[in-house]
Structure formats: structure tokens, C-alpha cells
């Protein structure tokens, strides 16, 4: 009782003062205000004088969270992902912040006190899977009656829905933005008093640099680092801008941090993450270069950004912090490839050869509606100067069909784009129209669903057809190969190549550089020659193993993918 009545007050104390640590959009008068009410209003003591509960002196003064709120919601938590490598990630930040707070994890759904659901908003499907999910974690709380179990809704559904999600699903406790995480501790312990709790705001410049991300699955010998976060461009169909904000880049050092120790905690390859990394730009770093032009043809719409380190720097760096760990990235915007970026990438062994040029469409028209910034023409000329650069580039796209207005024509230059360019991995969307855009103000959402539907079915069939034949000209050729698993049913072993695509070979003994033999086993480099394969699968035969260093020497650099 007592504990409620604390809560009740402080949390009306700071409903005020919890959104205003400067970083948010708000203005700095609003924020000197808030400050001075700060030093005006009670203070901690006067929060806890009736309290018989020790206070912990040992951690910074969060002066909006009740110590023994915080002990109160020592729990488990179940975590469920939906949507992007991001949110992966995001889930790893999460899972760090609330594990300082003494927090607990779970991943039986019968020990779980609090579930947290990491959202996704970027096509109406991905949130349908979620609306089904919260119907069974509805029945789960209502069954669960002699004890409280709390649901947490995070990440862009949160962001797009807000209060809404409390409002119309009933069993929510807790909606937190990509921006918010640093306040689900003190969300949750509002709850304690059934209490739903809310905190949607963007921010200029939060990036989690600070926090360290605890991975949920702590063997897997690959992990993300987020570089950057939000995103500017406003393509007119994307929704992205509006649930994860302006785009703003981590400082290098705290990144090339983060990559050190991953590699020293056994990690061989690391993804760099962000809505469109490559136009990645640590502001706080000045440098003497002289800023590279994008390629001929591409255009922002923002004006465009000066100074800083920016994304061939940062690959600089992290690609030289281990030289064996693989180097990914993703996601990326054709606009933001100048040569420089071309050059390091072709440059390194461990940074992976593949790059993702998302065309979205093969129609300059389609395009212009899109507001890429880009015509069909400029983008081929693109993948020419990437191939050129970049001997062997495995390229891998993202493609939307049904878009605003299409045409059959214009769909039809899609698949030619497709056809002209030799993509590894694409991935392809019938499109969804999302509110807010400026599609959704603009335009109709006028093509069928079942044409929508078909086109897609279309483009699939094309892209695994050309995979096939990609694939195909494989067989003979070898691979360097990162073992990452074994696959339960068969005990066959797992991994990917340069290029990301899945090989599989049967676990035997593998030939030491010492001349013995052993079996192979996650993190291990092994060459391995290509006997089959499928749209999706290569099948090898493993030969040695092998370092990344080792197997770029003898294939000469440039020819990633030796012809036997
Ligand atoms: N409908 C369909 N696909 C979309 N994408 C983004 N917004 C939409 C939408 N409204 C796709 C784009 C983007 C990828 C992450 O998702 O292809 O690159
Ligand atoms: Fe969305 Fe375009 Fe930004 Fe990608 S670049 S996140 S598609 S707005």
C-alpha cells in the first residue's frame, strides 16, 4: 500500500520530468524548466523516508526510480522478436539494461512474469503475426490469475500505435519506442501498481552507444552492432522514418569498441546495422577529407550532410580490429556507394564481398513515385562501377511490386531489372500501404490485391529460377566457409560463404593445417568445394581447414571463388 502510494507520487512527478533529459525533441527552455522544477521539486529522500528497504547508494541516482520499485520487479522476462536483424539487436540492448536492474530471463512461457514483445510495422502482415501473438499472450495473462504477468509492446508497432496499443488491447502494460529502452526499468516498476505506462518519444540522438549489447544467444558465433539509427530519407512508401526518427550515427570509437570485444570473446563475424548504414557519419570526429560526391544520377532528399568520419572510415576501422572476423553490413542505400566505400570494400579480405543495393523497383516512373532518388539507368550504371571495383561482388536486393499506380509495363521493368542483374539474395514484397506515409497522402493504394499478390508470385519464381542458375555455376568451384552449426535432424554441418549463402556438408574429419585431422565445429573457418546445389542451398564437400588470410593468399585476392 505504501509502495503504491510512493509510485502514485513520484510517477506524477515525473511524467513531467522523465521525457525531458535533453536528448528528446523538446525545446531548451521547456528543458531548463523542467530542470529547475528538478531542483525545486522533493527529492529522493523524500520518496523513500518511510521506507524500511535499504537504499542502494552503489549505482548512479536515477532520480525518477524508486530503488525498491526497481527490487520489486526483479523478474523473469520472456522476449519475443519480430521484424528485422534490428530488432535482434535492439532486443540484445534491451535485454542489457534490464539485466543490470536485476532482471532474470526466460524462455519457457510458464516462468515468465513479464513479456516483451519486439514489434514490427513495415507491412501489415508482419503486424498481423503480432496481433495473433498478443491474442495468445492475452489468454496466457487471463489464465495465469494468481500471479501478475505484465505484456510489454516495443519497438515500431509501439512507436506507430502508441496509447492506441493500451486502448485497444487491453492487455498491454507497458508501449516503449526504438527510443526508449533506458526507461523500461522504471515503466515496468509503474506497472507494479496496474498501471499501464507509456514513453513514444523520439529522440535527436540516442544510439545506445553506452550500453553494451548481452546477446540473447550468446553461442552464436556471428552478432549485429547497431551503427546508426532512424532514417531520412523518406522514401514514400516506408513507414521507417516515422517509428524509428532521424538519423543519427554512434561514435566511432564506442563501435570499434564493442567490435574488439566480440572478437575477443570468440565472435568471427559481425554485421554492422543501421536503416542505411552507409550514409553512416560520426559528426563528432572531424577529418581533413574532403566529402566524396554520390554517384552521377543519385540524389537526397535532405540537404546534404558535411564533415565527420563517415562509412569507409568506420569500415577502415572495424575491419581492421580482427582480420579474422567477417565484416557484413546492412541496410544500405545505392545513393550513399561512392568509390571510396567501393575501395575498402575490395580492398579487405574480411569484409564480405556482397552488397545490398535495394532497387525497390526497376521503373525510373515507379521510382520517382517512391522518391528514391534514383532512375533505373543510374542504378545499372551503379551495379557496372560496383562490379568493376569489386571483382566477384555478389549483389542482393530488396524489390516491392503493387506499389501506388503500377502498371503491368512498369512491373514488367522489374523483372527485367531482375533479369539484367545477377542478384545472390533478394528479397521481395507485395506492397502494403502504411498510414502516415506520403504515399498513403499521395497516392492510392489502386492495384489489387490479387494482382499484387500475382506480380509477387512472379518476381519469386523469376529470382529463384536466376538463383538456380547462379547457384549452379558454383558447383566445382571452392568456398570459404564459417562454420556455424549443426543441423538437428540430419547432424549435418552449417555455414555460409562470402556471399551469405547457406552451405551444407556432412561432419567428418577435416584435414589440419598441421597435417592432422579433427572434426569441425562452430567459428571455424573451412574450405570447401561446391558438389550441388539448390536455389537456396549449396551442398559442399568440406577439404581443409583453413583462416580467412590463409584462403584469400592461395586464391589470389579478387578471385574469392576458386575454379578447381
Ligand atoms: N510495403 C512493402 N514493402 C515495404 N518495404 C518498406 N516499406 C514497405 C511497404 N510499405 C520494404 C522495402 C524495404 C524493406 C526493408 O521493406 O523493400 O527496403
Ligand atoms: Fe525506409 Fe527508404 Fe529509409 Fe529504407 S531508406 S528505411 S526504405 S525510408
New binding site residues.
Given amino acids: 500500500m505504501m509502495f503504491i502510494r510512493r509510485t502514485k507520487r513520484l510517477s506524477k512527478f515525473i511524467n513531467t520530468a522523465s521525457t525531458s533529459n535533453g536528448r528528446y525533441y523538446s525545446d531548451s527552455s521547456r528543458v531548463t524548466t523542467i530542470k529547475e522544477k528538478i531542483k525545486q521539486g522533493p527529492s529522493l529522500k523524500d520518496f523513500i523516508t518511510d521506507s524500511s528497504e535499504p537504499v542502494l547508494t552503489d549505482r548512479p541516482f536515477i532520480p525518477y526510480l524508486l530503488e525498491n520499485a526497481k527490487t520489486k520487479t526483479k523478474r523473469k522476462v520472456f522476449f519475443d522478436v519480430y521484424g528485422c536483424q534490428m530488432n535482434l539487436n535492439d532486443t540484445d540492448i534491451v535485454w542489457s539494461i534490464l539485466k543490470k536492474e536485476g532482471f532474470e530471463k526466460t524462455s519457457v512461457e510458464e516462468d515468465a512474469d513479464i513479456f516483451l514483445v519486439m514489434t514490427c510495422a513495415?507491412?501489415e502482415g508482419a503486424e498481423t503475426k503480432i496481433w495473433h501473438r498478443l491474442d495468445h499472450l492475452r489468454g496466457f495473462k487471463r489464465r495465469a490469475k494468481d500471479r501478475s504477468v505484465k505484456i510489454g509492446i516495443l519497438g515500431c508497432m509501439a512507436e506507430r500505435l502508441k496509447e492506441k496499443l493500451i486502448e485497444k488491447e487491453k492487455a498491454v502494460d507497458v508501449v516503449a519506442g526504438p527510443d526508449s529502452y533506458r526507461d523500461l526499468p522504471r515503466l515496468l516498476a509503474l506497472t507494479e501498481n496496474g498501471q499501464p505506462a507509456v514513453n513514444v518519444l523520439l529522440s535527436l540522438d540516442e544510439t545506445y552507444a553506452d550500453v553494451v549489447p548481452v546477446r540473447l544467444n550468446e553461442d552464436s558465433v556471428s552478432a549485429f552492432i547497431s551503427i546508426m539509427r532512424g532514417c531520412d530519407n523518406m522514401c514514400t512508401?516506408?513507414?521507417v522514418p516515422f517509428t524509428r526518427g532521424r538519423e543519427r550515427s554512434r561514435p566511432v570509437a564506442s563501435i570499434v569498441d564493442e567490435a574488439r570485444q566480440l572478437a575477443d570473446q570468440g565472435v568471427r563475424e559481425v554485421t554492422l546495422l543501421g536503416q542505411n548504414v552507409n550514409s553512416y557519419r560520426d559528426v563528432s570526429q572531424s577529418t581533413e577529407k574532403i566529402d566524396t560526391h554520390m554517384a552521377k544520377g543519385f540524389k537526397t532528399v535532405y540537404k546534404t550532410k558535411k564533415g565527420g568520419m563517415r562509412f569507409a572510415d568506420l569500415l577502415d576501422k572495424v575491419s581492421a580490429v580482427d582480420p579474422e572476423m567477417r565484416i557484413r553490413f546492412t541496410?544500405a542505400h545505392p545513393k550513399d556507394f561512392p568509390e571510396e566505400v567501393l575501395q575498402i570494400i575490395s580492398e579487405r579480405p574480411n569484409i564480405c564481398k556482397l552488397l545490398h543495393l535495394?532497387a525497390?523497383s526497376g521503373s525510373s516512373a515507379v521510382l520517382e513515385r517512391m522518391r528514391r532518388g534514383y532512375t533505373r539507368e543510374a542504378y545499372l550504371q551503379l551495379v557496372e562501377d560496383v562490379k568493376r571495383t569489386i571483382p566477384g561482388v555478389g549483389l542482393s536486393t530488396?524489390m516491392?511490386c503493387g506499389f501506388c499506380g503500377e502498371t503491368e509495363e512498369e512491373f514488367q521493368e522489374t523483372l527485367s531489372l531482375m533479369e539484367l542483374v545477377d542478384y545472390n539474395i533478394a528479397?521481395l514484397?507485395p506492397?502494403?500501404m502504411?498510414e502516415k506515409t506520403t504515399a498513403y497522402r499521395r497516392y492510392k493504394d489502386d492495384v489489387p490485391d490479387h494482382i499484387k499478390k500475382e506480380r509477387h508470385n512472379r518476381m519469386l519464381e523469376l529470382y529463384r529460377r536466376k538463383c538456380q542458375i547462379l547457384n549452379d555455376a558454383e558447383i566445382g568451384n571452392t568456398h570459404l566457409v564459417l562454420v556455424e552449426g549443426t543441423a538437428k535432424k540430419s547432424g549435418n554441418i552449417l555455414g555460409r560463404n562470402e556471399l551469405y549463402m547457406r552451405v551444407v556438408f556432412e561432419q567428418t574429419e577435416v584435414l589440419t593445417e598441421d597435417g592432422g585431422k579433427r572434426q569441425v565445429k562452430p567459428g571455424d573457418y573451412v574450405a570447401v568445394k561446391i558438389v550441388g546445389a539448390r536455389s537456396a542451398t549449396l551442398k559442399g564437400v568440406p577439404l581443409y581447414h583453413t583462416s580467412l588470410s590463409e584462403f584469400y593468399r592461395d586464391y589470389q585476392w579478387g578471385v574469392r571463388r576458386a575454379v578447381n
Fill in positions: 513495415i507491412r512508401y516506408c513507414i541496410a535495394p525497390q530488396d516491392i528479397f514484397f506492397y502494403s502504411r
